[in-house]
């Protein structure tokens, strides 16, 4: 599977938050360079964990940002996150339990779910906020 390319168009117009979400990008790259090469269930969750407590960190600053200008949409993007860090907890546990492997089908969904996100909902906050305390 092609890697995730982040482009212009994914920009928010807040350098810090566009500088995460390509480490965020590279993040999933790798592991599905892991799933390409069948890397073992000790890899695949090495790299899991990576990406999730990047997520989570992300996620923080995102939502202090929010929180320090008063952005309305908070809510809704604070419960964006939570689903996503929850259904990365699942997979991650899935993994531990070696219930399900990581496949292809995971990194469609992140794919998905990450261009998405900053798509739309990261993007919007960007424009947002430009409005409200410009960089």
């Known amino acids: 599977m092609a890697h995730l390319i982040w482009t212009d168009q994914m920009s928010t117009g807040i350098a810090e938050q566009d500088e995460q979400h390509k480490i965020l990008i590279e993040l999933i790259n790798r592991l599905n360079d892991a799933i390409q090469e069948r890397k073992d269930a000790e890899i695949l969750g090495t790299v899991l964990t990576e990406l999730s407590n990047y997520a989570v960190h992300h996620f923080g600053y995102e939502e202090a940002l929010m929180d320090r200008h008063g952005y309305a949409d908070t809510a809704v993007h ?29 990194i469609n969904f992140l794919r998905m779910w990450v261009t998405g ?11 947002e906020l430009s409005k409200i305390a410009p960089e």
Do not use: N, P, Y
């Open 78 to 106: 604070k419960l964006e996150h939570q689903t996503f860090i929850e259904w990365m907890a699942g997979i991650k546990r899935k993994l531990a339990e070696e219930e399900a492997a990581v496949s292809a089908q995971v």
């Open 117 to 127: 996100h900053i798509m739309k909902t990261d993007r919007r906050m960007g424009q």
